[in-house]
Structures are given as structure tokens and as C-alpha cells.
């Protein structure tokens, strides 16, 4: 692999698929000379970034996501966009993910040159695929792609982790699934920007109206984020490629609005603060770990704390107060 920074940052910036898949890999390598490569790499592209939407997309079991994804897509890369896909999947160590699944199932948007699709990296913790997909963004940013599409493969935290990357966030549901609401976490629904009820159509479309209302009237009891934005409730067919297009309507209304106030400029501050913040934590805990004075102590007071003999609070000090030593 080369270690000048320079082939890096030149062949992302002109667009290189080789060098950006490349970079992508240098993220994903747990490796230290890897790791302070891409470092110097990021902080040189830093400047290219910023200018891209992006859109984070999650959704029930069985909604159609990657068709959805596909249908999207190809309705940007034919507007003349470039669209470039990532996934969070920190189930993918367990499971084996589907992300690859999907990358085989869009096939028309694989093929396409104004499409890039990457799959979320396999193995580690939810924090570790995080911290590469932001990076990713960034890379993605840098080499020209205007629209970046961020899924959520996994369940539970990672729609909270996605979506404090993003700008807008997608919930997809299905209609006719018996309770609308069942299994949807408020949390989830406070997350979203705009709920999209896909698989409206044929026998199915009075059933996507009713869902439509019930996810509304859900909406309702909730607090929007910002004043200047209420998260709709829109109905679409990945299938029929009907609804697609008022779907990216509405999140270039909210990117336009959102920009126009400043709102977005001040999210993407917070989440860049929250992020240093995760990091820095990360950070000290490894660190703190790695201590020899800790290594040395940490067995006697776990194993204190097992028996019953200490209680947790007084480990913990204790492998502190050695530190003062």
C-alpha cells in the first residue's frame, strides 16, 4: 500500500475510483501506520468536504430498503448527480450483514459511473463502524459525490448513530402490517426528518393511505426538532419508481430551509463537537487501559469486586488514586 499521502489525497480530489477505494481501506485498517496515514490524508481533504446532502436511511424488516435505496439512486445519477452509499452495520460480525446482498440486489445502480457502493466495514463495535463511516463521508465528499446515502443495517443504536451524521433522516414503513405502530421505538420516530410508506401500490395503495394518517397523527404528538421543519408523512413504490421523486423534493426543501436559517450549519457543529467529544473518550479509555500501573492492579480488584469483597465504587477509586502515585 503507498504511504505518501500525497497519491491519497490527489487521487480522491480528481475523482480516482482506485485511489478512493483505497483511502476508504486505509480508514477501515486498524493498523497504526495506517491509522496516522489517514490522519494526515483526512485533515488534507478536510477542505474538499461539506458541500454533499446527506441522507440517512433506515426501516422495518421486509420494507424494501435496498430497492428503495436503488430507485433513489438512479433517480440522482439521472438528474446528473453523484450519489455514493455507506452502510452501518454492527451486526455484520454476527450475522454476516446483507449489505453485500444489497450491493448485488442494486444492480442497475452498481453498474452506473456516478455511483459509488460501499459496504459497512465487517467486525467491530458499533463506535468502530461509526468512526469509519463519518470518516468515509468525508472521503466521499472530497471526491465529488453531491448526494451521500448513509443505511442503517443493523438495528437499535445504529439508526441513533446515523443519524447524528446526517442531515436528514429517513424512516421507511410499510403499510398493512398489522398494529402501524408496533415495534417502531418513539425514540426512532423522534429521529426522523420525514416518514416514507413504501409499497403503495396495487391492492396495496388504501392500505398506505391509512398507514399514512395513522404515522401523521403519531407524528403530531411529538416535538419537532427545529421550528422552521415538520416532519412529514409521504407515500411512495420503490417498485414502480412512483413517489421517488417527491421524496428527494422534500429533502432538498428541508436542506434549503434548514441552510437558509443556519440550522444546518449548526448541526453539522454539534455533531462534529459530539463526535470529538465520543472520540476523545474512546481515546482515554485506551489509554487509561494501557497504563502498567492499571494492567497490575486491575485482576486484584476485579476479582475483589467478584467476591463481594469491595464494592465497585472503591475499585474504581482505588485503580485512580495509583495513578497519583
Known amino acids: 500500500m503507498d504511504i505518501d499521502p500525497d497519491y491519497y489525497v490527489q487521487g480522491v480530489c480528481s475523482g ?23 490522519t494526515s490524508v483526512l485533515d488534507r481533504l478536510l477542505s474538499f468536504t461539506g458541500k454533499a446532502v446527506r441522507l440517512g436511511i433506515t426501516g422495518v424488516p421486509g420494507v424494501g430498503k ?5 430507485s433513489l439512486g ?7 448527480h453523484r450519489v455514493a452509499i455507506l452502510a452501518v ?21 452498481s453498474v452506473q459511473p456516478n ?18 463511516t463519518r470518516e468515509t463521508i468525508l472521503v466521499c465528499e472530497a471526491a465529488g459525490f453531491d448526494v451521500i446515502m448513509v443505511e442503517t443495517v443493523g438495528v437499535g443504536q445504529s439508526e441513533v448513530s446515523v443519524a ?5 433522516f429517513l424512516l421507511l414503513m410499510l403499510a398493512g402490517a398489522g398494529d402501524e405502530l408496533q415495534g417502531i421505538k418513539r425514540g426512532i420516530l423522534e429521529l426522523a426528518d420525514a416518514i416514507v410508506v413504501n409499497k403503495a401500490d396495487g391492492d396495496n395503495i388504501d392500505k398506505a393511505l391509512q398507514a399514512k394518517k395513522v404515522y401523521a397523527d403519531a407524528m403530531h404528538l411529538f416535538s419537532a426538532e427545529s ?7 409521504l407515500t411512495c413504490s420503490a417498485l414502480n419508481m412512483t413517489g421517488i421523486s417527491e421524496v428527494w423534493q422534500t429533502v432538498l426543501d428541508h436542506h434549503k ?8 450549519e449548526q448541526k453539522r457543529k454539534k455533531q462534529a463537537l459530539a463526535w470529538m467529544r465520543t472520540l476523545l473518550e474512546e481515546g482515554i479509555q485506551e489509554w487509561f487501559y494501557r497504563i502498567p500501573e492499571v494492567k497490575n492492579m486491575l485482576p486484584e480488584v476485579t476479582w475483589a469486586v467478584e467476591r463481594g469483597s469491595t464494592t465497585p465504587t472503591v475499585a474504581v477509586k482505588k485503580l485512580l488514586n495509583s495513578l497519583k502515585n
Open 16 to 38: 480516482n475510483r482506485k485511489a478512493l477505494a483505497k483511502t476508504i481501506t486505509l480508514i477501515e485498517s486498524s493498523l497504526p501506520k495506517h491509522q496516522e496515514l489517514i
Open 66 to 70: 435496498s430497492t428503495f435505496i436503488e
Open 74 to 80: 438512479m433517480n440522482l445519477v439521472e438528474r446528473g
Open 89 to 109: 452495520d454492527p451486526s455484520s460480525t454476527h450475522s454476516g450483514g446483507s449489505i453485500m446482498g444489497d450491493k448485488t440486489r442494486m444492480e442497475k445502480l
Open 115 to 132: 455511483a459509488f457502493i460501499r459496504p459497512s466495514p465487517s467486525g467491530g463495535t458499533l463506535g468502530g463502524v461509526s468512526r469509519k
Open 164 to 168: 447524528s451524521m446526517v442531515d436528514f
Open 227 to 233: 421550528s422552521h421543519w415538520s416532519p412529514p408523512v
Open 257 to 264: 430551509k434548514m441552510t437558509a436559517v443556519g440550522y444546518l
